[in-house]
């Protein structure tokens, strides 16, 4: 029977059903986890015996630049990337190449080759939605969403200064539906549309041009408006001054500002059994800390500042971070936060690319080579495991690398060793540059974290994060029927053996997507079907109608016209809209 399996015997960790390590079966009907399979059933089911094995809910990326305009222009700036890993073709996988910014099918075969089965997209222009979507519905393997970026929006910004948060909400519940996207995103507020001009903006206070709105404001709104509107995931937050000696107090200070709002997901949904409150709790997701956490005045006095903001995340409940991790070797950079690029271009002297999109945002691109002889280099690799190992409760905190920023996705088994062994960090130490231990304090940590905390901020965090929990991340009744299996006996762990958890992290033993064994020791054994996921949110007809009609009037701003903007379905696999504030 298609989409039934029983994965039998295995050490199982479900953070969000408190499954530590407990010998469990797991039954998948129908693409779909069941408490048991009746005995018909079991004559036609697949066994998989995970006697001495880790077994996990499929992995979820809640980060990752994997599709649109600005993927597409760093294969484009980087021809020298597609020889580094290649990838021949087979009776049913494309061929594909690319180390840094892969191809869009050999993205969807590597991350299921890791274990995963979800990964979002984490900047989407609204103007090049479609763009965006095209290559998502090309991306083989897994389930997909995209995160709109609102942050320097003409409409929003004029809305925001006006202090018409109901017309704010209507046209962010607009874009939702008109480009098929999932959650706001807000990249360096205020900034990136003073880059049209060649500025930026170097504080919270600091009036933008011509819309004299400040990034306080921005996020304050923004904040505002997500949890009127009782979104899926909270705004996620790239913070102003990213990248720059001494922005982590931007930083702290811009995270204040989300804490007086209170979390109100309103999603019409049916839940995954757990025994953890599957909604999310935090009215603001920092993305890649460790980019915002710089310290110091300058390059000559650059130091790790994770440290206060991990006290004040720590002292925080309103608050959720990922990591952006540095694993080393080659990455490009990729953002919607121009100023930023041109500023890491001026350090590399390389090739780099700047964009600007319209009424709506920008973008910038710049290869990038992380090296350990390099001190600052060497502290951001410090850095990004100290967002994860500094911050008490894993349950705020997703491992990311803000692929392919601080490296690609395919380096995650690197950073997941590195958290579980204190002797692979060491050795880690032995070969970087000295800055990495001495303007940083992760050589004074000890913690090793478990499978269990990996699967919290790989798996069930990372879904509970973005409002997926209620059938991602979990073994609850009724969630879907995704699964890792790893070749890892949990009682023979020996963190001091790190090779062999690189290893077994970089290849599982099985995936499975939707009760079907997807891929088996690094094979693609079938294509599954997959999802889009995008957020269907109601406002009051009258208030949607007031905002079209000045939408429409400010539309003569573009280079095209109204009737061309939406994204239609047909540019989605197997569009499923998420609904939210129904009660509107």
Same mark, same amino acid.
């Given at each position: 029977?298609?989409?039934?399996?029983?994965?039998?015997?295995?050490?199982?960790?479900?953070?969000?059903?408190?499954?530590?390590?407990?010998?469990?079966?797991?039954?998948?009907?129908?693409?779909?986890?069941?408490?048991?399979?009746?005995?018909?059933?079991?004559?036609?089911? *697949?066994?998989?015996?995970?006697?001495? *094995?880790?077994?996990?809910?499929?992995?979820?990326?809640?980060?990752?630049?994997?599709?649109?305009?600005?993927?597409?222009?760093?294969?484009?700036?980087?021809?020298?990337?597609?020889?580094?890993?290649?990838?021949?073709?087979?009776?049913?996988?494309?061929?594909?190449?690319?180390?840094?910014?892969?191809?869009?099918?050999?993205?969807?075969?590597?991350?299921?080759?890791?274990?995963?089965?979800?990964?979002?997209?984490?900047?989407?222009?609204?103007?090049?939605?479609?763009?965006?979507?095209?290559?998502?519905?090309?991306?083989?393997?897994?389930?997909?969403?995209?995160?709109?970026?609102?942050?320097?929006?003409?409409?929003?910004?004029?809305?925001?200064?006006?202090?018409?948060?109901?017309?704010?909400?209507?046209?962010?519940? =607009?874009?939702?539906?008109?480009? *098929?996207?999932?959650?706001?995103?807000?990249?360096?507020?205020?900034?990136?549309?003073?880059?049209? =001009?060649?500025?930026?903006?170097?504080?919270?206070?600091?009036?933008?041009?011509?819309?004299?709105?400040?990034?306080?404001?921005?996020?304050?709104?923004?904040?505002?408006?997500?949890?009127?509107?009782?979104?899926?995931?909270?705004?996620?937050?790239?913070?102003?001054?990213?990248?720059?000696?001494? %922005?982590?107090?931007?930083? *702290?200070?811009?995270?204040?500002?989300?804490?007086?709002?209170?979390?109100?997901?309103?999603?019409?949904?049916?839940?995954?059994?757990?025994?953890?409150?599957?909604?999310?709790?935090?009215?603001?997701?920092?993305?890649?800390?460790?980019?915002?956490?710089?310290?110091?005045?300058?390059?000559?006095?650059?130091?790790?500042?994770?440290?206060?903001?991990?006290?004040?995340?720590?002292?925080?409940?309103?608050?959720?971070?990922?990591?952006?991790?540095?694993?080393?070797?080659?990455?490009?950079?990729?953002?919607?936060?121009?100023?930023?690029?041109?500023?890491?271009?001026?350090?590399?002297?390389?090739?780099?690319?700047?964009?600007?999109?319209?009424?709506?945002?920008?973008?910038?691109?710049?290869?990038?080579?992380?090296?350990?002889?390099?001190?600052?280099?060497?502290?951001?690799?410090?850095?990004?495991?100290? %967002?994860?190992?500094?911050?008490?409760?894993? =349950?705020?905190?997703?491992?990311?690398?803000?692929?392919?920023?601080?490296?690609?996705?395919?380096?995650?088994?690197?950073?997941?060793?590195?958290?579980?062994?204190?002797?692979?960090?060491?050795?880690?130490?032995?070969?970087?540059?000295?800055?990495?231990?001495?303007?940083?304090?992760?050589?004074?940590?000890?913690?090793?974290?478990?499978?269990?905390?990996?699967?919290?901020?790989?798996?069930?965090?990372?879904?509970?994060?973005?409002?997926?929990?209620?059938?991602?991340?979990?073994?609850?009744?009724?969630?879907?029927?995704?699964?890792?299996?790893?070749?890892?006996?949990?009682?023979?762990?020996?963190?001091?053996?790190?090779?062999?958890?690189?290893?077994?992290?970089?290849?599982?033993?099985?995936?499975?997507?939707?009760?079907?064994?997807?891929?088996?020791?690094?094979?693609?054994?079938?294509?599954?079907?997959?999802?889009?996921?995008?957020?269907?949110?109601?406002?009051?007809?009258?208030?949607?109608?007031?905002?079209?009609?000045?939408?429409?009037?400010?539309?003569?701003?573009?280079?095209?016209?109204?009737?061309?903007?939406?994204?239609?379905?047909?540019?989605?696999?197997?569009?499923?809209?998420?609904?939210?504030?129904?009660?509107?």
């Amino acid at each position: 029977m298609a989409g039934t399996i029983v994965i039998k015997n295995g050490y199982v960790y479900d953070p969000l059903n408190e499954v530590n390590g407990e010998q469990q079966d797991i039954f998948i009907k129908d693409g779909v986890v069941v408490s048991e399979l009746s005995a018909a059933d079991m004559k036609d089911a *697949k066994i998989i015996d995970a006697t001495g *094995k880790t077994v996990m809910p499929g992995g979820v990326d809640s980060h990752t630049h994997i599709a649109g305009a600005k993927v597409n222009v760093g294969r484009m700036m980087r021809p020298e990337d597609g020889y580094k890993a290649t990838l021949a073709k087979t009776d049913i996988t494309h061929s594909g190449s690319g180390e840094t910014v892969p191809s869009v099918y050999m993205e969807g075969y590597e991350y299921s080759k890791m274990g995963y089965t979800t990964a979002f997209e984490a900047a989407v222009p609204p103007m090049e939605a479609r763009h965006t979507h095209e290559e998502m519905r090309s991306i083989p393997m897994l389930d997909m969403g995209g995160y709109l970026v609102l942050g320097n929006n003409w409409f929003m910004m004029r809305y925001l200064k006006e202090g018409d948060v109901d017309r704010a909400a209507a046209y962010v519940a =607009w874009m939702m539906r008109t480009h *098929k996207t999932y959650g706001i995103k807000c990249v360096n507020p205020g900034g990136v549309e003073n880059r049209g =001009w060649g500025k930026n903006v170097s504080s919270l206070d600091e009036a933008n041009m011509h819309f004299e709105i400040s990034p306080r404001e921005i996020i304050d709104g923004l904040t505002e408006v997500n949890e009127m509107l009782g979104m899926p995931m909270s705004l996620h937050l790239h913070a102003n001054n990213l990248g720059h000696p001494g %922005c982590y107090e931007t930083t *702290k200070e811009s995270l204040g500002i989300s804490s007086k709002t209170k979390a109100k997901q309103n999603m019409a949904v049916d839940w995954a059994e757990t025994k953890i409150d599957a909604s999310r709790d935090q009215s603001v997701y920092l993305t890649h800390m460790q980019f915002n956490a710089f310290a110091g005045t300058s390059w000559r006095d650059f130091e790790s500042g994770v440290k206060p903001l991990a006290d004040y995340i720590n002292n925080a409940d309103h608050v959720v971070i990922d990591s952006g991790c540095v694993p080393f070797g080659e990455a490009t950079c990729m953002t919607g936060d121009g100023p930023s690029i041109h500023d890491v271009a001026v350090l590399t002297g390389g090739k780099w690319s700047n964009t600007d999109v319209e009424l709506e945002c920008g973008s910038g691109v710049c290869p990038f080579t992380y090296l350990k002889s390099n001190p600052v280099h060497s502290t951001q690799w410090a850095m990004g495991l100290e %967002c994860l190992l500094l911050i008490d409760d894993p =349950w705020k905190t997703i491992m990311t690398t803000d692929s392919p920023n601080g490296g690609p996705f395919t380096k995650y088994p690197l950073v997941m060793t590195w958290l579980m062994s204190e002797k692979f960090r060491d050795q880690t130490f032995s070969e970087c540059h000295k800055w990495a231990n001495d303007r940083s304090t992760l050589g004074g940590v000890d913690r090793e974290m478990s499978l269990y905390d990996l699967a919290i901020l790989t798996r069930a965090n990372t879904a509970k994060t973005i409002g997926m929990a209620h059938r991602k991340g979990s073994f609850g009744i009724g969630a879907d029927g995704d699964v890792t299996v790893y070749d890892i006996d949990p009682t023979k762990i020996d963190t001091r053996e790190y090779s062999d958890l690189i290893n077994k992290f970089s290849t599982a033993e099985y995936t499975i997507k939707g009760g079907e064994v997807v891929c088996h020791d690094g094979e693609i054994t079938m294509i599954p079907d997959k999802r889009t996921y995008y957020t269907d949110v109601s406002v009051p007809d009258a208030n949607e109608k007031e905002m079209l009609k000045d939408v429409q009037e400010w539309f003569r701003y573009y280079s095209h016209g109204f009737n061309h903007y939406p994204t239609p379905e047909k540019y989605l696999v197997n569009p499923t809209a998420i609904k939210a504030n129904m009660e509107q």
